[in-house]
């Protein structure tokens, strides 16, 4: 079947499979390797894009779903060679690890800060309670967070 849908601003057309993942159109047809794959049933939240403004997983929608629609990846943040303050933030205060649940993360708290522009750690703990990190313990993420709030 043939999809039309705005990525990170483009608009895209392709000819895909109708059962294809829009994490692996991302990545797979796009080349947008950003968006990860982790799990494959939305436990990690490691593949969250934005869909029309919302933070969904990846994972659970299909790329015929997203046809008609804005979608945005971690590609995106990042707006002409300047990181995002969420992006910042996670570098300042050492919000990544080995890096795998990063996007999904950054994805996340963008969407959080874009709602709530000053989130009290329980806020930010209970966005992110969707996505699985198992390197950091969470503190320096919810500290990432707070930091780009702050910039």
């Known amino acids: 079947m043939r999809v039309t849908m705005i990525v990170n601003g483009d608009e895209v057309t392709r000819e895909i499979e109708d059962r294809l993942l829009l994490v692996h159109f991302l990545r797979d047809t796009l080349g947008l390797t950003g968006t990860h794959w982790g799990c494959d049933t939305s436990n990690c939240g490691t593949c969250v894009v934005w869909l029309d403004g919302e933070p969904v997983k990846s994972c659970t929608v299909l790329a015929a779903m997203a046809g008609g629609h804005e979608v945005r990846t971690v590609e995106d943040l990042a707006a002409n060679g300047t990181l995002d303050p969420v992006q910042e933030g996670f570098m300042q205060c050492h919000g990544l690890q080995c890096g795998f649940c990063t996007p999904g993360m950054l994805m996340t708290a963008r969407a959080l800060l874009d709602r709530n522009p000053d989130p009290s750690e329980s806020e930010i703990r209970e966005a992110i309670s969707g996505q699985i990190c198992r390197c950091t313990g969470y503190a ?7 930091w780009a709030a702050s910039s």
């Open 140 to 146: 320096t993420i919810v500290r990432s967070v707070r």
